[in-house]
């Protein structure tokens, strides 16, 4: 285990370095590290915010995928309704409470609970691609 890390990750080649104190404490981040590239976790995603997750997931996932009219109602909800609250968090921060706060805040701020439906599907819609492992564990839960 000496040196760094080279792992695959969905969008291409990223090499990782693991530290620790001890070698037992590099074979458990190691392992956690490949565990969490096994979930679909890629390393980028200690930086990444909510907002670009979505944005990416627009343009690589959505786009072309879906009628024009569905894609529209996807963007418009992500960003009038989640990047708005949510965009500015790191996806490595995001919790299921955050996710539950968000959907009650909208329904309390007057949101009609079919547009918080919606605002559910688009947070639920790309937990089920490979690369949204942090996503997915905090919009896993519905509304």
């Not at 879906?66 to 989640?82: A, K, P």
């Amino acid at each position: 285990m000496d040196g760094p890390l080279h792992v695959e990750t969905p969008t291409g080649t990223k090499r990782r370095t693991v530290y620790g104190k001890t070698r037992a404490e590099v074979r458990d981040r190691l392992a956690k590290a490949l565990a969490d590239r096994a979930d679909g976790i890629v390393f980028d995603d200690e930086n990444m915010t909510v907002g670009e997750y979505l944005d990416g997931w627009l343009k690589g996932s959505v786009y072309g995928s879906v009628r024009d009219s569905t894609y529209d109602c996807y963007e418009i909800i992500c960003r009038r309704h989640i990047a708005s609250v949510l965009g500015g968090k790191k996806l490595s921060k995001l919790k299921v409470m955050h996710v539950q706060r968000f959907y009650r805040d909208r329904l309390d701020t007057g949101l009609a609970p079919a547009t918080v439906h919606k605002c559910h599907t688009c947070c639920t819609s790309p937990s089920s691609r490979p690369s949204s492992g942090t996503w997915c564990r905090a919009t896993s839960r519905t509304p």
